[in-house]
């Protein structure tokens, strides 16, 4: 089993920046950063290889709404996942969790939500104009 508890969400304006972090316990092979806003489908943000993945699929990747504006990281001796957010946008507001598998994932799959087992609760992130 998995559990997976993130912090750092809030408001800030355009521009801005933000970090979210996710402490995760129990081994993963994939973990991920996903966002949902009220009836949209919950989208895929950036995702990194945790375990054996990395060697034969490196990464990370980033939906193309994100490239080069958000940094997914993860600090192995704090078994923590970060999400770094700069030039926020006012369509960056949703809720984001942090997601993580057991299975290696293609990098094809790794940004769809059907591939993760375990979910965090979310945090909030608000970007007003």
């Known amino acids: 089993q998995v559990q997976l508890v993130e912090s750092g969400g809030g408001s800030v304006q355009a521009g801005g920046s933000l970090r979210l972090s996710c402490a995760a316990s129990?081994?993963?092979?994939?973990m991920g950063w996903f966002r949902q806003t009220p009836g949209k489908e919950r989208e895929g943000v950036a995702t990194?290889?945790?375990?054996?993945?990395?060697?034969?699929?490196?990464?990370?990747y980033y939906a193309d709404s994100v490239k080069g504006r958000f940094t997914i990281s993860q600090d192995n001796a704090k078994n923590t996942l970060y999400l770094q957010m700069n030039s926020l946008k006012p369509e960056d507001t949703a809720m984001y969790y942090c997601?993580?598998?057991?299975?290696?994932?293609?990098?094809?799959?790794?940004?769809?939500?059907?591939?993760?087992?375990?979910w965090g609760q979310g945090t909030q992130v608000t970007v007003s104009s």
């Open positions: 997601a993580a598998g057991k299975e290696i994932k293609v990098p094809t799959l790794l940004l769809y939500p059907s591939s993760y087992n375990y």
């Open positions: 129990g081994y993963t092979n994939i």
């Open positions: 990194i290889y945790t375990g054996a993945g990395r060697t034969l699929y490196g990464g990370p």
